[in-house]
């Protein structure tokens, strides 16, 4: 008796000591901004077991729901964002307050049908994103529901009215009619241009969309900023962290605000730069990162090439056929100009026969490619990604796992040793 009570003592002690080992706030990064994305990290082995357990449920439910039910559940989809998208279209998220909100006092701060928006809660209760507390009338935000708020730290309002805006509903209307018959890109069907020359174009949707990319992007942060290691030979966690395509600067500013002593470039398209500029400002991270304004199908700036240890490209090479994301690839090899220089790709890497829990997000997202970006866009598997770093001149590369399940860090050195 005595054994085994000893034996189940030391295996929690060990099981403690592994959980305390792999949280976040036990290793790494030096410094941890009072906003970090980090503080929201489960620690590995809860990560692990909670995948691992989405994925026997969801196969056992998978298993359960009768043939017919599962495919009107994928026939009703739609109906779900749909609702999403109407109670944000018309604020309901904003004007539902910590105190709780009665449906007729937001009917009539917005407007609203009143009888009407009570359904619509009804069904986002049953969506998990309102909660309805039936002894005082007052409807809740849940967890979910608080992200969609216009004020919440990384809303994903953004990326909801963009992604139900009409220029992604008419793309993937073309993509519907044909795309699926031509190969030819959604997006390029409906406006005759990629995703990038119309977003130049169109400077509300740009900003938009750069909203967007933040909302997604600085959740994920503390997951990537949490594993990313950059090695001695570069300077650790000193190296210089060049962030290609980044967008606004979502992920160097939390790299930088993580690493106070490390110093970054951001590369990006003219149109985005002085938002780019702005928003590193408002992260006080400016005076340590330098904007360079331009392509990554062109020559890399020479100062970055210069200077770049840990060439960061995230959520880029998805938007191309391979052989521009193969330029894109061999333009940063080219001109990065230190010995032991490397690259940290950033993307999903679809696993065939994989949980399909896990798997969805990544299938959506490759058919939401080459609906609304650009011909040939595409999440790919390792051995596409073997083959697309091959012809850019680079050794496969090592795929690392991250707390986020849709992501993982590519990377590969820049330079034969
Ligand atoms: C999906 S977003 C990813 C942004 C950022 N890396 C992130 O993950 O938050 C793709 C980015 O590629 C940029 N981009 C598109 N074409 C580019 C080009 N030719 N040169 C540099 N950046 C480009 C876009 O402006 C956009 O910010």
């Given at each position: 008796m005595c054994v085994v009570k000893a034996s189940l003592v030391a295996a929690l002690v060990a099981a403690l000591a592994y959980m305390l080992a792999t949280n976040p706030f036990g290793n790494v990064p030096p410094s941890l901004p009072s906003?970090?994305?980090?503080?929201a990290l489960p620690s590995w082995p809860a990560y692990r077991a909670s995948n691992a357990l989405a994925s026997v449920l969801g196969a056992t439910a998978a298993a359960t729901t009768p043939p017919s039910a599962r495919a009107w559940a994928i026939i009703t989809a739609f109906m779900q964002s749909e609702i999403l998208a109407t109670l944000l279209a018309h604020d309901v998220f904003d004007n539902i307050f910590p105190e709780g909100s009665t449906s007729a006092q937001a009917a009539i701060e917005l407007g609203l049908h009143e009888p009407t928006l009570r359904r619509y809660l009804a069904a986002a209760e049953t969506l998990g994103l309102v909660k309805h507390g039936r002894s005082t009338d007052r409807f809740f935000l849940t967890e979910a529901g608080k992200t969609l708020r216009s004020d919440a730290p990384s809303s994903l309002r953004p990326i909801a009215l963009f992604m139900h805006g009409g220029a992604t509903k008419a793309a993937w209307r073309a993509a519907t009619s044909r795309s699926i018959v031509t190969g030819e890109s959604g997006w390029m069907l409906a406006h005759g241009q990629d995703i990038w020359h119309y977003l130049a174009e169109h400077p509300e949707e740009e900003a938009l969309f750069g909203q967007a990319m933040t909302g997604l992007t600085r959740p994920m942060s503390g997951a990537i900023v949490a594993d990313l290691k950059p090695p001695t030979s570069v300077g650790g966690r000193n190296a210089t962290f060049c962030d290609i395509g980044g967008g606004v600067g979502t992920l160097l500013s939390e790299w930088l605000r993580h690493h106070p002593h490390a110093r970054g470039f951001l590369l990006e398209q003219p149109a985005v730069v002085e938002r780019a500029k702005e928003y590193l400002a408002s992260r006080g991270v400016a005076g340590r990162s330098t904007v360079a304004s331009g392509s990554f199908f062109e020559k890399l700036p020479a100062n970055m090439g210069a200077a770049c240890d840990v060439f960061v490209i995230k959520h880029c090479l998805h938007n191309w056929a391979d052989e521009p994301a193969a330029a894109i690839l061999a333009h940063i090899r080219e001109g990065s100009k230190k010995k032991h220089a490397i690259l940290v790709a950033i993307e999903a890497v679809l696993m065939p026969g994989a949980s399909a829990v896990l798997e969805l997000p990544k299938r959506l997202m490759d058919i939401n490619m080459a609906t609304t970006v650009s011909h040939g866009a595409r999440e790919r598997t390792m051995a596409d990604f073997a083959a697309l770093f091959k012809s850019a001149g680079l050794p496969a590369p090592t795929r690392q796992t991250l707390r986020l399940p849709s992501v993982s860090l590519l990377t590969a050195p820049l330079h034969a040793a």
């Open positions: 906003d970090s994305a980090m503080s």
